[in-house]
C-alpha cells in the first residue's frame, strides 16, 4: 500500500514569510507525528496528533509553528515569519494508535525547507 | 528513556553479515528495543522491535540476551544498498517520541 507522502519535496523561502507542509499518512494509521532534523543534528520531536487532536505540542519551538490534521488524516505544519533557524528537513510519520507498538512509526520523505 | 550505546561506524563487504550491537544497561522492565534505518535525504525506516530472545524478519535479526542490557541487530548478507546510519531506541510500548542518537554509520564495499 502507499506510504507516508510529504509535500513539497523541498521548500525554499525568504526570511519572514510563511510556510505550509502537507503530510497525508498511511491509511488508517490514528497517530501522526512531525519531526525535523536539521544538519549533523538528531531527530527533533515537534508534535504528535491522535486522531483530530494534538495531546502533545511540547515540541513546537515557538509559537511560530502550528499544525492541524483534519479528517483524521492529512496534517498541515505551519510555520509563520520563517527564520534562518527553521531550515531543516521536516518529517511526517504515522502510527497505528492500537493494536501496535507506537514505536513502530513509519516516515515519509520529508520536506527540506531552506531559509534565506 | 533508556541511554544507548552503539558503535559510531562499521565498515563492511558485500556478501558478509554485519552485527552492530547496542548497550542499554538501565533499560526498563517494560522498554522494548527498536531499531531503525536511514539513508541519506531519506526518512527513517522501522527495521525491528523486540522485547527478549530473538526476533527475524525479512530485512534483520534482533538478538536479546536474557539480561536486556545489550542488544545486536545481525544484517545478512549485505549489500552496497544497505549503506546507511542505524539506529538503536529503548522505550515503552507506548512511548511515542523518537530521538535519535549519533546512530552507526555502516559502509558496505563492494
Known amino acids: 500500500g502507499a506510504g507516508v507522502s510529504q509535500s513539497p519535496s523541498n521548500k525554499v523561502t525568504e526570511k519572514g514569510k510563511d510556510v505550509e507542509l502537507r503530510c497525508d499518512p498511511i491509511?488508517?494509521?490514528?497517530?501522526l507525528y512531525w519531526y525535523r532534523q536539521s544538519l549533523g543534528q538528531g531527530l527533533e520531536f515537534l508534535i504528535y496528533?491522535?486522531?483530530?487532536?494534538?495531546?502533545?505540542k511540547s515540541g513546537l519551538p515557538s509559537d511560530r509553528f502550528s499544525a492541524e490534521r483534519t479528517g483524521g488524516s492529512v496534517s498541515t505544519l505551519t510555520i509563520q515569519r520563517t527564520q534562518q533557524e527553521d531550515s531543516a528537513v521536516y518529517l511526517c510519520?504515522?502510527?497505528?494508535?492500537?493494536?501496535?507498538?507506537?514505536?513502530?512509526?513509519?516516515f515519509g520523505p520529508g520536506t527540506r525547507l531552506t531559509v534565506t | 528513556l533508556a541511554k544507548t550505546t552503539q558503535p559510531i561506524s562499521m565498515d563492511s563487504y558485500e556478501g558478509q553479515e554485519v552485527n552492530i550491537t547496542c548497550s542499554h544497561n538501565?533499560?526498563?522492565?517494560?522498554?522494548?528495543i527498536t531499531w531503525y534505518q536511514q539513508f541519506p535525504s531519506q526518512g527513517p525506516r522501522f527495521i525491528i522491535q523486540?522485547?527478549?530472545t530473538k526476533v527475524t524478519n525479512e530485512v534483520a535479526s534482533l538478538f536479546i540476551p536474557a539480561d536486556r542490557k545489550s542488544s545486536t541487530l545481525s544484517l545478512p548478507r549485505v549489500s552496497l544498498s544497505d549503506t546507511a546510519v542505524y539506529y538503536c531506541l529503548v522505550g515503552g510500548r507506548n512511548d511515542y517520541k523518537l530521538s535519535f542518537g549519533a546512530g552507526t554509520t555502516v559502509t558496505v564495499r563492494a
Open positions: 510519520a504515522s502510527s497505528l494508535e492500537y493494536g501496535g507498538s507506537t514505536y513502530e512509526q513509519y
Open positions: 523486540g522485547y527478549k
Open positions: 491509511s488508517g494509521h490514528t497517530a
Open positions: 538501565n533499560i526498563a522492565t517494560n522498554d522494548y
Open positions: 496528533f491522535q486522531g483530530n487532536s494534538a495531546p502533545d
